[in-house]
């Protein structure tokens, strides 16, 4: 076992945090420059952090996953049909606590059915895997 007595601040850490880079850079930009800087990071479908460490040194590090591209036309689709089932069923929910007729079954499964569809489709949209 090593004596860590001696050793000036010594800190537990663990094998992530010492991966981590940890020399930030600070740059002060103009709010239009921020916005070009995003944009150019986004195309490139890298984070800000890793397009900057990919624009300066070649490389945008060893973890630098890119992001997903994003339709952003079907995704509004597919939230603007997930509201629309969001409010199909609060009309069932509503109309069943008012103490109306009972809504039949297969009107509630429909609705559910339409709100896994929408859910499905923003899950595709965005890159993210369908649960089973």
């Known amino acids: 076992?090593?004596?860590?007595?001696?050793?000036?601040?010594a800190v537990n850490r663990s094998g992530s945090e010492n991966r981590q880079r940890g020399k930030p850079v600070s740059v002060r930009l103009l709010p239009d420059e921020k916005t070009a800087l995003k944009e150019k990071a986004s195309a490139a479908g890298l984070s800000v952090p890793?397009?900057?460490?990919?624009s300066a040194l070649g490389t945008?590090?060893?973890?630098?996953?890119?992001?997903?591209?994003?339709?952003a036309e079907a995704l509004a689709r597919?939230?603007?049909?997930?509201n629309k089932v969001g409010s199909n069923i609060n009309q069932i929910a509503h109309y069943l606590n008012a103490g109306g007729p009972t809504v039949a079954a297969q009107e509630c499964f429909a609705a559910l059915a339409e709100a896994r569809a929408a859910a499905a489709a923003i899950r595709q949209i965005v890159g993210r895997k369908n649960r089973v």
Not at 1 to 9: E, L, Q
Not at 50 to 54: D, K
Not at 60 to 71: D, H, L, V, W
């Open 1 to 9: 076992m090593t004596d860590r007595s001696n050793a000036p601040h």
């Open 60 to 71: 945008p590090g060893p973890r630098a996953k890119r992001a997903p591209t994003i339709n």
């Open 50 to 54: 890793s397009f900057l460490r990919a």
């Open 78 to 82: 597919a939230t603007a049909a997930l």
